[in-house]
């Protein structure tokens, strides 16, 4: 019985486990390309690209997407979990490259401001120009940098987007990555391991890499348009290609036909090796079953005072300070329950296991003291030594069996 006890309550704190793992609310991807915000073409830029292009030429047996039988609606159910190395590699990683240097002089490297987090990195990086800092100084300047470069995540910068489908445990275990990837001393304990939503993996790349260049929503393309320069909005990515076709075109690239008439050309769009067949189905998964609203739901939504921007980045909040209060979190009814159950099913065991015992030492006592009394009223009244006219017990007994005795056989005047 116990051991079964024991069993049910692993298992109701392992699954609460899991679905709390499960509760980052995914939300539709909104607002116009990266790209456009800045006012900025495709051609004279380095944001989104890896450098490598799809073939000119249809390959043969390319086969089909191993996910292409189960249904979306299943898929939507796994789950995975991440690191920070993959957080980098769906969010940041189009932009800053695998080493995080960035494409000087546009897009600048993230190893200087992460080292600048580092304390001791500080310090060291003074000492190498003959400045000695106090650890409270450097303590502090650390500090500092370390806002800085968490508000950068939160409302982004003149070049950069803000990235506010991040959660707060996904942006620490973003930053312990980036303390590793900048070699500061004592990342490794930092690496935090997150179990999410395939679906919630989608949405990381949809907003994060390929929104800059793709906007939400729009007209879909014709050929002559794909020629002229026109990308497809995000919107109708699955309708213009099946599963299979969408993952071989994010990861190994495919033609697309251009022009008038039209044609199979490589295309423009770069191959994004660093992402898995698994992550490309992701994609294809978030924009199905999260399709981008329409402009015109967005912008009642939005209301009068809303502005456009990616991703939704009019409903950024500024980096909470130290004395402001959690802003709330949506939370699940399953998750809300849980804790309060696992507490009462830990207790309500230990209750059970505890009760014969404490029958037990309870029915021990009463035998005790049940012989104590029959043998104190037995026996003759223990010696004593008078002072002031007043008897007391001599300090040779046991203070427990004083005790006692003063409860079954007071002093006699």
Same mark, same amino acid.
């Given at each position: 019985m116990y051991k079964l006890l024991r069993s049910v309550v692993a298992g109701v704190f392992l699954a609460g486990y899991w679905l709390t793992a499960q509760n980052l609310a995914v939300t539709d991807v909104q607002g116009e390309s990266? +790209?456009?915000?800045l006012a900025r073409s495709f051609g004279e830029t380095s944001m989104g690209k890896t450098g490598r292009l799809g073939p000119s030429e249809i390959r043969p047996d390319v086969g089909t997407s191993r996910w292409e039988s189960q249904p979306l609606a299943v898929l939507a159910t796994h789950t995975v979990t991440v690191h920070g190395a993959d957080l980098y590699r769906m969010n940041c990683q189009g932009c800053h490259g695998e080493s995080g240097l960035g494409a000087p002089p546009?897009?600048?490297s993230v190893i200087n401001p992460v080292r600048s987090t580092s304390a001791a990195l500080i310090m060291e990086r003074m000492k190498t120009v003959g400045m000695d800092v106090e650890p409270a100084t450097a303590s502090e300047m650390a500090l500092q940098s370390r806002k800085a +470069? +968490? +508000? %950068?995540?939160?409302?982004?910068?003149?070049?950069m987007p803000p990235f506010p489908h991040l959660s707060e445990i996904e942006i620490r275990a973003l930053m312990g990555y980036l303390k590793q990837l900048a070699g500061v001393p004592g990342a490794e304990r930092d690496q935090v391991p997150l179990r999410v939503s395939r679906i919630r993996i989608g949405e990381h790349i949809a907003k994060s890499t390929c929104q800059i260049c793709h906007a939400a929503t729009g007209a879909n393309p014709n050929p002559e348009q794909l020629l002229q320069g026109a990308i497809p909005p995000l919107s109708t990515l699955t309708a213009r290609a099946s599963l299979s076709d969408f993952v071989r075109k994010v990861t190994q690239g495919a033609p697309v036909l251009m022009g008038s008439p039209a044609l199979l050309c490589r295309g423009r769009m770069p191959v994004f090796g660093y992402l898995s067949e698994d992550e490309a189905t992701d994609v294809y998964l978030y924009l199905t079953l999260h399709p981008p609203p329409s402009p015109a739901i967005v912008a009642v939504g939005m209301g009068s005072g809303g502005q456009s921007g990616p991703s939704g980045a009019s409903n950024i909040r500024r980096l909470p300070n130290a004395g402001d209060r959690e802003d709330a979190q949506p939370v699940s009814l399953v998750r809300f329950a849980f804790f309060p159950t696992v507490l009462f099913l830990v207790l309500g065991g230990v209750v059970v296991k505890c009760m014969p015992l404490a029958t037990k030492i309870h029915s021990n006592h009463e035998i %005790?003291?049940?012989? %104590?009394? !029959? !043998?104190? /009223?037995? /026996?003759p009244p223990p010696a004593t030594a008078g002072l002031g006219g007043k008897k007391l017990f001599p300090a040779l007994l046991d203070p427990s069996d004083r005790a006692m005795d003063l409860v079954l056989q007071p002093p006699r005047r």
């Open positions: 990266w +790209l456009n915000h546009e897009i600048n +470069l +968490l +508000l %950068r995540l939160h409302k982004g910068g003149q070049d %005790r003291y049940g012989q %104590r009394s !029959t !043998t104190v /009223q037995d /026996q």
